[in-house]
Every structure is written in structure tokens, then in C-alpha cells.
């Protein structure tokens, strides 16, 4: 089993914020993850803007930050506190998602799926270096999305 929670930093918690947990434990157990523990932080741009700013040297707002805590352990295995791998944190602007819906042309639910996926899979180790589709870690991101397409979150 994994533990997964959501806070809300400058934005209210999203009343479907619980079935974007349910959503992440179906994309841990598709990825083969079990025991982790992570977070999913729903703010705005401003206060993404500044964790992208600190931590990333980059003054702009994002859509998603990733904060790894341990190093990922093999898919399956238990972490190394209490039994539990503490992944990390994963920061979402609600306000850059919204936007990116409207830019790419898709539901809000789909584009959120896809930065939860997105995040999940930095946290496991995974990266890329641009965003070409051809990126083994989009790739997954998007077999994910496909496998799960039957999930929703936002209504």
C-alpha cells in the first residue's frame, strides 16, 4: 500500500483532490511501486514561481516541480523508513494547468493525469532533455496515460 497526500498552498484544495490520490496509487501500481510515500502540492503560479526560482534558478512559473527525497529503490521494494520509501514532493500549479489545457486543446482532467504521471516519474529517477514525444520518459508518461484512460479526476 502506498501513502499518498495532498495540501494546497495559495489556491483552496481542489474538491477532487482525493481522486487524484486514487489516481496516483493506479499509476504507482502500474509502475510497479509499492510502499512509497509522496505528496502532491496544488498551488498557483506565483508560489510555483518561487520554488521554480529557488530551487531551479529559473524565475518563471511552471507546471509541475518534482523533489525527490530518497534515491528510487527497485520497483517493489520497501523503503528505507518505517517500511516506506519516501519519494518526494511533487508541486502543481493549477493555474499553469489550466492555461496548458486551453493552449494544447485538451480537458483539464487529461492535462492534470499527465503532470501527475510526469511527476511521478522524476521522482522514480527518471528524465528528460527536451520535450520530444521520442523521450523514453514521455513515452512511458504517455503508455500510462493511454493504459489509464479510462480514470478521471476533474468531472
Same mark, same amino acid.
Given at each position: 500500500?502506498?501513502?499518498v497526500e495532498?495540501?494546497a498552498?495559495?489556491?483552496?484544495l481542489?474538491?477532487?483532490?482525493?481522486a487524484? !490520490?486514487?489516481?496516483v496509487? #493506479?499509476v504507482?501500481k502500474?509502475l510497479?511501486?509499492?510502499?512509497w510515500e509522496l505528496?502532491i502540492?496544488y498551488?498557483?503560479?506565483?508560489f510555483?514561481r518561487? !520554488?521554480?526560482?529557488r530551487?531551479?534558478?529559473?524565475?518563471e512559473?511552471?507546471?509541475?516541480?518534482?523533489?525527490p527525497?530518497?534515491?528510487?529503490?527497485?520497483?517493489g521494494?520497501?523503503?528505507?523508513?518505517?517500511?516506506?520509501?519516501a519519494?518526494?514532493?511533487?508541486?502543481?500549479?493549477l493555474?499553469t494547468?489550466? #492555461?496548458?489545457?486551453?493552449?494544447f486543446?485538451i480537458?483539464?482532467?487529461?492535462?492534470?493525469?499527465r503532470?501527475?504521471?510526469?511527476g511521478?516519474?522524476? !521522482?522514480?529517477?527518471?528524465?528528460?532533455?527536451?520535450?520530444?514525444?521520442?523521450?523514453?520518459m514521455?513515452l512511458?508518461q504517455? #503508455?500510462?496515460?493511454?493504459n489509464?484512460?479510462?480514470?478521471?479526476?476533474?468531472?
Open positions: 500500500m502506498n501513502r495532498a495540501n498552498e495559495e489556491v483552496p481542489p474538491p477532487w483532490s482525493a487524484s !490520490l486514487r489516481f496509487r #493506479k504507482l502500474a510497479d511501486r509499492d510502499r505528496s502540492l498551488c498557483s503560479d506565483r510555483i518561487g !520554488l521554480n526560482s530551487y531551479r534558478n529559473h524565475d512559473a511552471t507546471d509541475i516541480l518534482s523533489f527525497q530518497e534515491h528510487s529503490p527497485p520497483p521494494s520497501p523503503g528505507k523508513r518505517r517500511g516506506y520509501y519519494a518526494g514532493d511533487i508541486a502543481i500549479s493555474d494547468l489550466v #492555461k496548458n489545457a486551453e493552449y486543446g480537458p483539464a482532467d487529461e492535462e492534470l493525469r503532470l501527475l504521471i510526469h511521478i516519474l522524476h !521522482l522514480t529517477g527518471m528524465d528528460h532533455r527536451t520535450n520530444e514525444e521520442s523521450e523514453p514521455l512511458l504517455e #503508455k500510462i496515460l493511454t489509464l484512460t479510462e480514470e478521471r479526476i476533474i468531472p
